[in-house]
């Protein structure tokens, strides 16, 4: 099922020791998790999430569903060290997984998370 979601959010920590949470797309490959900051509009490409794991890599990623009918959601949480990786592989794999990223395919960076531990419930 989390393959599949479209939307996660990632937490960081930043320098003050503050969490940092932004909604990510993303792609699962085995025990890691790649995310690419994207063509988006966005202020900069030194972003937030990219000092913070430079700082401090451990982080969480909550992969989850909402349903009207609460028997049908669930959650994942994902706990790991991030590290910023040069690789083209992630970005074809995001590409295989979004249609817009095919049409403005994503320069990077890439966000690669070596998942560490798992938890999850679901409603039924």
């Not at 030194?46 to 000092?51: H, I």
């Not at 992969?63 to 009918?69: A, N, S």
């Not at 994902?78 to 320069?107: C, I, M, N, S, W």
Request: overall charge positive; some cysteine; glycine content about 6%.
């Amino acid at each position: 099922m989390p393959e599949e979601a479209r939307i996660a959010r990632l937490a960081t920590v930043g320098k003050d020791g503050r969490p940092h949470v932004i909604p990510i797309c993303f792609v699962l490959e085995g025990e890691t998790l790649y995310t690419a900051v994207d063509e988006k509009p966005k202020r900069t490409r030194r972003l937030q999430r990219l000092r913070n794991i430079e700082g401090h890599p451990d982080v969480e990623i909550v992969i989850d569903h909402y349903d009207e009918d609460w028997s049908k959601l669930w959650w994942v949480r994902l706990r790991g060290r991030a590290r910023v990786v040069e690789d083209e592989r992630p970005l074809r794999l995001l590409a295989e997984k979004y249609p817009q990223y095919r049409e403005t395919p994503p320069r990077g960076p890439v966000i690669a998370v070596e998942i560490e531990s798992r938890s999850q419930w679901k409603g039924s």
